[in-house]
């Protein structure tokens, strides 16, 4: 079973911001949050990931709750060429495994 | 710079047969990693190298797979002799640093066994 949740689906309006939610209510105090996206034909493509504190990159924004148990990747405007399924992954301290969710497919609307 | 490339990236067997699955991590990057997406599951991983040697195989299903390195360049997956469970898209990933910083992915290949 996948040691985070994520919806199915989400679906935002072009240059609107999207909020993709995350539950991983059973990491531990070492473990990494990660968020990847996949296009279609193409393999994971790294988005952002965190520990602790809140995280910014050119891409999204990435905001952990206090208790960690949850996410949320925000992508301040949504572009057509951000449809693609999101993943929220649990990355173990020593980097070495990945437990990926199911993905949340993002569609956005022109 | 060319990223992670995987070959072929469609292969249809029938059970029973074998089929090696190759990939090219980006050059430089010591850390290489299998993982895999079979039929409604999440994407799994299967094992990690470091350059040459195994650092974590726990992934791995059963003893029909091997994974090899050669030289801590390239790395060979095998499926001998391979189940129609099998079939999925097999994703390999690099990184430089430790992959708590970034993993760089291949396109995958596609796996079917009829």
Redesign the interface.
């Known amino acids: 079973d996948?040691k985070t949740t994520q919806p199915n689906s989400m679906e935002s309006n072009e240059e609107e911001p999207v909020h993709l939610p995350c539950n991983h209510s059973t990491i531990s105090g070492t473990d990494?949050i990660?968020w990847?996206r996949q296009l279609p034909?193409?393999?994971?493509?790294?988005v952002i990931?965190g520990l602790t504190s809140n995280v910014n990159n050119r891409m999204a924004s990435l905001a952990i709750a206090e208790d960690r148990k949850s996410s949320t990747l925000i992508l301040h405007r949504a572009t057509l060429r951000d449809a693609a399924v999101y993943?929220c992954i649990q990355?173990t301290?020593?980097?070495?495994?990945?437990?990926?969710?199911?993905?949340t497919s993002l569609t956005v609307i022109p | 710079e060319a990223g992670v490339t995987q070959f072929p990236s469609h292969s249809v067997i029938e059970k029973g047969q074998t089929v090696t699955l190759r990939c090219d991590p980006i050059s430089g990057h010591d850390n290489l990693y299998w993982y895999r997406r079979v039929m409604g599951k999440e994407i799994k991983f299967l094992l990690h190298f470091v350059k040459e040697s195994k650092q974590d195989e726990s992934g791995m299903p059963n003893n029909r797979f091997l994974a090899e390195r050669t030289g801590g360049t390239y790395s060979t997956l095998k499926v001998q002799p391979a189940e129609l469970e099998d079939s999925g898209v097999y994703f390999c990933a690099s990184s430089h640093l430790p992959p708590r910083e970034k993993l760089f992915f291949g396109s995958g290949t596609q796996l079917s066994v009829l």
């Open positions: 996948a990494y990660h990847y034909s193409q393999g994971p493509e790294y990931h993943y990355g301290d020593t980097g070495n495994q990945f437990y990926f969710g199911t993905g």
